[in-house]
């Protein structure tokens, strides 16, 4: 199933409009991929075709989400296995959920007290 959001498949575009206010997140290029960190640790990881991305997610749900969900969620390569990640297909998301996923990946990389103020929870 592909997922259109304004008529179109998600993209770059959209990516960069959810992480651009992100405190502490920025934008490197890598190699000729582009990544979103905050420091040093990479919450997000865009291919190099631009169709899926690579980004931090609960390795204890990893399982469940490719279970549940195969056309959404692909397994990381197996080098990043022991790490929080797993692979999104860019076609099978609406950009409210490519959204939800981007605060999650990001939000296991910044420091509690950030995570609060930026949701504005106590």
């Known amino acids: 199933m592909i997922a259109f959001y304004r008529g179109k498949v998600v993209d770059l575009t959209d990516i960069r409009e959810i992480t651009a206010d992100l405190p502490r997140s920025y934008e490197v290029l ?3 991929r582009i990544k979103f960190r905050v420091g040093q640790i ?5 291919a190099a075709d631009e169709q899926t991305i690579g980004l931090g997610f609960p390795r204890e749900e990893r399982a469940a989400a490719l279970a549940a969900e195969p056309d959404k969620f692909l397994p ?3 080098s990043d296995e022991r790490f929080q990640w797993i692979e999104l297909n860019l076609a099978a998301v609406d950009y409210d959920e490519l959204r939800e996923l ?3 990946a990001w939000s ?3 420091p509690q007290k950030v995570r609060r103020e930026y949701f504005g929870t106590l």
Do not use: E, F, N, S
């Open 42 to 46: 990479v919450y997000l990881a865009v």
């Open 76 to 78: 990381p390569r197996p």
């Open 108 to 110: 296991l990389c910044v």
């Open 30 to 32: 890598v190699r000729d």
């Open 102 to 104: 981007i605060l999650d």
